[in-house]
């Protein structure tokens, strides 16, 4: 079935590059794999060109996301896929580093999505210092049109809605995840924050000490959410993008239409639900999360 597998890569615009290239080195651990004289850096977390880039912009916050889709269509033929849904894609070549080819559109909650079956592995290898996380897991958006979006991303892209937090977050997977996406309900249209998995849950100590010893405070967690169930923890990165760092998260299994059971399940298979709204905190405004079960 052609779909998309997997969350590629986040590009972030940024007025402070070498502020935020420190960050994503030294705290993440990302290694960078490519650099362009006009302020951008692309960094790897161990096998991609890049998971992370950073471009110089006068506006701070996430520019686009990145998606891989499978190679059994071509380009061309995705790009008339989205088409015939009533959206405006562009086929460009050579538009990023390691990616020869892809589609861009612009999704119906407003964020930028660049689609691709291939990139280049230059496989630097995991880092040697920071909390070099196993990869980037998911992202969490913002806008007016949520559900609009989740059915984007279903009927075009092949996403499953796995969880709801009524009104306010879809979550959908695109893979074993049990989330890639989570589109939130909101006035606006915004990044909410971008999320790496760690090792084990363990390294949410080492985690912890090492945002502290460079005056990084934790601003929630660790703690287990209900939807995913993953145990999470919130911290900003130098522009103010919310990062969470997780594990544990629920492994979905399509096949059966539930999720891999673990200890701290409530219900045994436990299946996609609908979870009440709980309320995180963030920018100094309250946004609807996920943190109680009905």
């Given amino acids: 079935m052609s779909k998309a597998f997997q969350l590629g890569f986040v590009e972030l615009g940024t007025q402070q590059i070498e ?3 420190r960050y994503y080195t030294e705290i ?11 302020g951008s850096a692309y960094l790897s977390l161990g096998l991609d060109h890049h998971n992370i880039a950073l471009r110089a912009s006068a506006q701070t916050g996430m520019r686009c996301i990145g998606l891989q889709v499978t190679k059994d269509i071509a380009i061309e033929d995705w ?7 009533g959206l405006n894609p562009s086929i460009k070549t050579d538009a990023r580093p390691g990616v020869s080819k892809l589609v861009e559109v612009v999704e119906p909650g407003g964020h930028l999505l660049q689609i691709y079956s291939e990139m280049s592995l230059p496989a ?4 040697a210092r ?10 969490a958006l913002m806008s007016p049109e949520a559900q609009k979006s989740a059915k984007f991303f279903e009927d075009v ?3 499953s809605i796995t969880d709801r937090i009524e009104p306010a977050a879809t979550f959908l997977t695109c893979n074993r995840d049990h989330h890639v996406l989570n589109l939130i309900a ?9 999320a790496f998995e760690l090792k084990e849950r363990s390294q949410h100590h080492a985690a912890a000490d090492l945002l502290s010893s460079n005056q990084i405070p934790v601003v929630w967690g660790p703690a287990r959410h209900t939807a995913g169930h993953n145990l999470a923890s919130y911290h900003f990165d130098p ?5 969470e760092f997780y594990a544990d998260m629920d492994v979905f299994i399509p096949e059966l239409g539930w999720f891999e059971p673990r200890p701290w399940h409530e219900t045994l298979p436990l299946r996609p639900q609908v979870w009440q709204r709980g309320t995180l905190t963030t920018w100094g405004t309250k946004y609807d999360f996920d943190f109680r079960k009905a």
Avoid: C, M, W
């Fill in 19 to 21: 502020r935020e290239l």
């Fill in 124 to 127: 630097p290898g995991f880092g």
């Fill in 79 to 85: 790009a008339a896929r989205i088409k015939e849904h």
């Fill in 28 to 38: 993440i651990g990302a290694k960078v794999t490519e650099s362009e004289a006009h």
């Fill in 157 to 159: 892209l092949g996403f």
């Fill in 239 to 243: 522009d103010q993008v919310l990062v």
């Fill in 186 to 194: 909101a006035p606006f249209q915004k990044l909410h924050h971008i």
């Fill in 130 to 139: 920071g909390i070099v996380p196993n990869k980037l897991g998911h992202v």
